[in-house]
């Protein structure tokens, strides 16, 4: 709601997105990656805190009516109750009018017996004799006329008005502390144990069914072990209506004590009336049918809400358990507030019970799902914590703002509302404290082991496969679309102000129910409307300041319990559920030669904590124990494969970021060309002329059997090498032909010859017609011939795609062609040396070619094309621009400038959104032909969490899209040596390390070659001549920017040095998601950013054609310390600033 209120001020209502470097954000993201990584420690620790309050909670509460206030907090029950000060103009007429006297001793010390003795006697003096008092009268007794009544009442008058004779305007009752005894000197004196005597009778009844609970008969009361163990006043009570002869006789014989018995008793007023009374209305409303139709509607929704939302995320299997994790994180908010209000005695038993959880339901739920939402919406293919810590880093600041901005709300409720309200208010804000603590630290340690589960990531990509389905969705209908789409001005309305509405809207209705004066009053005090004055009276002060009273006559009031008020309505006014009465202020009689001076602190705390604290420690401590020791387990035992798979490491989030495997004794010379499969096999060509087929997932694989002798078995030289999708198939292209190798059967499964025309092929790929046919293998050669070649038989077939030399081929799926949920048909995008665009798609089984046309667009500079098959779009690279064209109409959306680049260079990152194919950011990269740095060009919406472009193939406006305003974010890197642009998002590469030139150590001259294999002998080293200066042999290292299109993060690792010297890193490629294959010398070398898996998908989205994210089980080593790096030159660009 506070975006709404500051909508004038920034012109939207969506909430603040801060800038990857902002201080809050950074601090908050690295503590959710810290949390992420010691997860085994902050999961047991916040799952200790809530238990502290969940074992805490049964000793604070009772819902025992009879220990009501025996050092223990009343558990709210379905009812409202309340008592109120009415106005001073009030108009009311009272049901009843309620007179009091309180007996005082010494400070705490009420229950001595002389002080009792004294009460009695002041007890039959103001009401008659009251010894084994019993009004009851036969019901043929003669009526008694107040005509009649002269002089003093006697003890059968006054009974015969008692209330339990029936209920007339001349009724009255009373209970006093002395009704334990009878009423009766003799027990009083005879009483042994009278601390015995005055709990065991807390549970007696007077004649009117009326409970003698401690809360109604003592005052200042102390409890140890729910046991009453001192009182400051006895409170003896008449109850009587207006006409009460009972009534006239207290008042009469009031002003006679005070003078009779000033010798005795200091007596407060001194004339021995009372100065002054106030009406209050005191209530038992249970909850009416319209109460429950709203709570029960309110429940309802809120419910619904949550499994709705839970079943829009992609962790299908992780429903159950993330919905149980937000209802415990919820219901540890509400219990852990209940006890910290019992703790510092806040009254909640005002407001009925059913109205807790959905405040705090209302507030929590979009916090934690948001979260949740945030979580799953990174990449899972980044390190763990890496995943939490962007989530929680994007989140927190909304969650604290909507939080504060709750508190605030509360607290201005809280000074308007009534006491029972304002109660309800405290509760709402501590529990609302409460649940983003719990947010942060046990809902962020539950999703950091929920994120590390395998079932996640491959419901993830099972997901990803069912986008298309959701493409296909039938179109809205006008209305509905209005429905889902409803904007304020250019804001979508979000339910995050649904929280703070439902606080507000329950405060007022709350509000409602304690209101007697008017239909409209309750609005007037809230609104603070000035031409009415406000209902709610203060209570006048104490005049008994210096006898210092453990509590005062109004809060002594206000503690009586809703089971007091129930059972006296049900006496005054049975068919009613509230009363109102006109209490005076209580006459106070003081022993004297007490001591009225506290000798000792009154206890901050409610008296439960204090017995807990002496009597239950141990066993809770054993307890809390056992049920750490149970989460510690349970933690371990869910990360039970990260264990294993990382020593045992305490904190398997600590590993680089980086993570490389090496793959060796595959080749004796240098790798000089490499592919690599969706599955996660890697094909390494050597100088050795041996070719390796790796399985990276499972870390095995052979050699294939060439043999230089056989020309059937002879692929030497390797021009281009192509693996199938369901990595049963691997050709190579040689001058003398296709050579066609089966992975499963390991050995060879044909030859064809092939007439490539004197040049290396554009482009190599298998081409599935079905899911489960023999695929075909397709080359596109450099004179602009495609040719297709079936498998199973000796067949083959020319196709014409461009007249000119092509400069660039590349294979994509053609999504925008699918049908009937089948597989996308793989198309062809080729570029000329005279820069024409051709397309070729299947038909049937033919191929046809198809030259773009692109307008009043010159077409000339075109060195690569590079299709983003997710929107139907691709890129045209340039020498100094990128044009994104539309597939289908040849329409080009924008165009991007560029720095003078290499020539195919270029690589893109789309980043889609994973619900639809709205391309949310756009990063180009490509070398620099001026500084040959690695440029680095992301583009952003210029409106936070809006889209750049979207695409559904059943719109015909998809071939009318257009880009709107964007933002560009640029970064630099010097020296980047080998890269490539993963799909998920970051940049990875290999390079040579940069190191200085020092003095030679002649002590140690084989320093020079210490763990490198050389490939021959240095001539100047076994001469025996050493010149003064050397340069270290080269290192190499790996480096990688994450997020370009955020912070740009970049880190660097050293790899080994267990190769063969180079001066030059070999062959790069992707592999996965994640991951790229390099050779290093004679070693391949897996590098991967976070962790991998690898899978047969068809597609992976992002537009690179065949890949995927995988569920391999193959982990990377991961001993070495991760390093950070800065980027040259790069925060001097790295600002958002805008395109024309």
């Known amino acids: 709601m506070l975006w709404y209120f500051l909508y004038p001020l920034r012109g939207t209502t969506d909430t603040p997105k801060l800038a990857p470097n902002h201080p809050l954000r950074v601090a908050f993201s690295r503590y959710a990656k810290w949390a992420a990584r010691h997860v085994q420690t902050v ?12 074992y805490l909670f049964p000793f604070l509460y009772t819902t025992d009516a009879t220990n009501i206030t025996s050092g223990v907090s009343n558990l709210p029950h379905h009812v409202w109750t309340d008592a109120q000060p009415l ?4 108009t009311v007429e009272p049901d009843v009018i309620m007179r009091s006297i309180w007996v005082h001793g010494s400070y705490m010390k009420a229950l001595e017996r002389d002080v009792l003795l004294g009460a009695l006697e002041l007890q039959d003096e103001l009401l ?16 008694v006329f107040e005509e009649e009544l002269t002089g003093d009442l006697t003890p059968r008058q006054r009974d015969a008005y008692h209330i339990i004779n029936g209920l007339t305007n001349q009724s009255w009752f009373f209970h006093s502390p002395l009704q334990y005894w009878a009423g009766s000197t003799e027990n009083i004196q005879n009483d042994e144990d009278i601390l015995e005597t005055v709990n065991a009778g807390k549970t007696q009844s007077t004649s009117v069914n009326v409970t003698l609970r401690h809360s109604i008969v003592f005052s200042g009361k102390r409890f140890e072990e729910r046991r009453l163990v001192a009182a400051d006043a006895l409170v003896i009570t008449l109850i009587h209506r207006r006409d009460s002869p009972v009534g006239r006789r207290w008042v009469k014989r009031a002003e006679e004590l005070a003078r009779e018995r000033s010798d005795t008793w200091q007596i407060i007023p001194g004339d021995g009336l009372s100065t002054s009374d106030q009406l209050y209305e005191f209530q038992f409303r249970p909850l009416s049918l319209s109460d429950m139709a709203l709570l029960t509607m309110a429940y309802s929704l809120s419910l619904s809400y949550l499994i709705w939302s839970l ?59 948001r979260l949740i939402n945030a979580v799953i919406m990174t990449s899972s293919t980044i390190s763990n914590s890496d995943r939490i810590g962007e989530a929680f880093g994007e989140t927190a600041h909304i969650a604290i703002a909507n939080r504060v901005q709750n508190l605030l709300i509360l607290w201005v409720l809280s000074r308007i509302t009534f006491p029972g309200v304002a109660a309800f208010c405290t509760f709402v804000a501590i529990a609302t404290v409460f649940d983003f603590i719990y947010l942060s630290t046990f809902l962020l340690s539950v999703l950091s082991v929920d994120v590390r589960q395998k079932e996640l990531v491959e419901l993830e990509k099972a997901f990803l496969l069912r986008t298309k389905a959701s493409e296909k969705e039938k179109q809205r209908s006008p209305w509905m679309e209005m429905l889902t789409h409803f904007r304020v001005g250019e804001t979508a309305v979000s339910t995050r102000i649904a929280g703070t509405i439902v606080v507000i809207c329950f405060v007022l209705i709350a509000q409602s129910h304690y209101v007697t004066e008017g239909s409209r009053q309750w609005l007037n005090q809230i609104f603070g409307w000035p031409w009415k004055k406000t209902v709610r009276s203060v209570p006048k002060p104490s005049l008994l300041i210096d006898i210092h009273q453990a509590r005062s006559p109004t809060s002594w009031l206000r503690l009586q319990d809703h089971e007091t008020a129930r059972e006296v309505i049900n006496v005054v006014k049975p068919w009613a559920h509230s009363y109102v009465a006109r209490v005076y202020d209580p006459i106070i009689f003081v022993l004297k030669g007490s001591d009225r001076v506290p000798h000792s602190r009154e206890p901050i705390f409610l008296p439960a904590v204090y017995d807990f604290i002496h009597h239950e420690i141990p066993g809770f401590v054993v307890l809390l124990m056992m049920v750490v020791a149970a989460v510690l387990l349970g933690t371990k035992y869910l990360l039970r494969d990260e264990y294993e798979n990382f020593g045992g490491s305490e904190h398997p989030d600590d590993e680089p970021l980086l993570s490389v495997k090496s793959l060796t004794q595959g080749h004796t010379l240098d790798v000089l060309m490499m592919t690599a499969s969706p599955a996660g096999q890697v094909v390494s060509v050597g100088l050795d002329r041996v070719i390796q087929v790796w399985d990276v997932p499972i870390g095995g694989g052979h050699r294939v059997a060439s043999d230089a002798e056989v020309p059937l078995e002879n692929p030497f030289p390797v021009l281009s090498m192509a693996i199938d999708y369901g990595s049963k198939w691997l050709a190579f292209v040689s001058w003398r032909g296709v050579f066609l190798w089966n992975l499963v059967d390991e050995q060879w499964a044909g030859t064809r010859k092939v007439d490539l025309g004197g040049y290396r092929p554009e482009t190599v790929f298998f081409c599935h017609k079905t899911a489960y046919a023999t695929p075909t293998l397709v080359l596109v050669k450099r004179n602009g011939m495609g ?22 081929a590349v294979s994509f799926p053609d999504k925008s062609h699918t049908s009937n949920g089948q597989q996308p048909p793989i198309a062809i995008l080729t570029a000329s040396r005279k820069s024409c665009v051709h397309l070729v798609r299947q038909r049937e089984n033919e191929w046809v070619s198809t030259e773009l046309d692109f307008g009043e667009r010159e077409a000339k500079d075109v060195h690569c094309l590079l299709p983003i098959p997710a929107l139907s779009a691709y890129l045209i690279g340039r020498s100094k621009s990128v044009d994104l064209v539309d597939l289908e109409s040849s329409t080009i959306l924008h165009t991007f400038p560029t720095e003078t680049m290499q020539l195919r260079t270029l690589k893109h990152i789309p980043l889609l959104r994973a619900h639809q194919p709205n391309l949310t950011s756009l990063t180009l990269a490509y070398i620099s032909s001026e500084t040959e740095d690695l440029v680095v060009q992301t583009y952003l919406p210029e409106k936070e969490d809006d889209n750049l472009m979207s695409y559904c193939p059943s719109d015909p406006r998809s071939g009318q899209r257009r880009l709107g305003k964007l933002m560009e974010r640029k970064h630099r890197i010097d020296s980047p040596g080998v890269w490539e642009a993963l799909t998920s998002g970051s940049i990875l590469g290999v390079r040579q390390k940069k190191i200085r030139t020092r003095p030679r150590s002649l002590s140690n001259p084989s320093s020079l070659t210490n763990g490198l294999r050389r490939r021959g002998a240095n001539s100047q080293q076994a001469s025996g001549q050493h010149p003064p200066e050397t340069t270290e042999p080269p290192k190499w290292e790996a480096w990688v920017m994450n997020h370009p299109e955020s912070t740009g993060e970049f880190e660097t690792r050293l790899l080994d040095d267990q190769h063969l010297m180079i001066s030059k890193v070999g062959p790069l490629v992707k ?64 600002a958002l600033r805008p395109i024309a």
């Open 43 to 54: 999961l047991p620790l916040s799952t200790a805190v809530i238990f502290v309050f969940l």
């Open 87 to 90: 106005g001073e103009t009030s």
């Open 128 to 143: 008659g004799p009251t010894t084994n008092f019993n009004p009851r009268q036969p019901a043929n007794r003669p009526d």
């Open 311 to 369: 079943t829009k995320l992609r962790a299908l299997k992780s429903r159950l358990g993330l919905m149980v994790s937000i209802i415990v994180q919820i219901t540890a908010s509400i219990v852990s507030s209940f006890t910290v209000c019992a703790i510092f005695k806040i009254d909640l038993s005002r407001v009925p019970s059913y109205a807790y959880p959905l405040i705090v339901l209302a507030i929590s739920l979009e916090n934690s799902l």
């Open 787 to 808: 040719l297709e070649m079936e498998l199973e038989v000796d067949e083959s077939r020319d196709f014409n795609i461009c007249k000119t030399p092509l400069v660039s």
């Open 1071 to 1134: 592999l996965g998601s994640t991951s790229v294959a390099v050779g290093l010398g004679n070693v391949v070398k897996v590098i991967s950013v976070g962790h991998e898996h690898f899978d047969g998908l068809f597609s992976d989205g992002f537009g690179f054609g065949f890949g995927g994210m995988g569920g391999g089980e193959g982990k990377p080593n991961l001993a070495s310390r991760r390093k950070k790096s800065s980027l040259r030159a790069s925060t001097a660009n790295a």
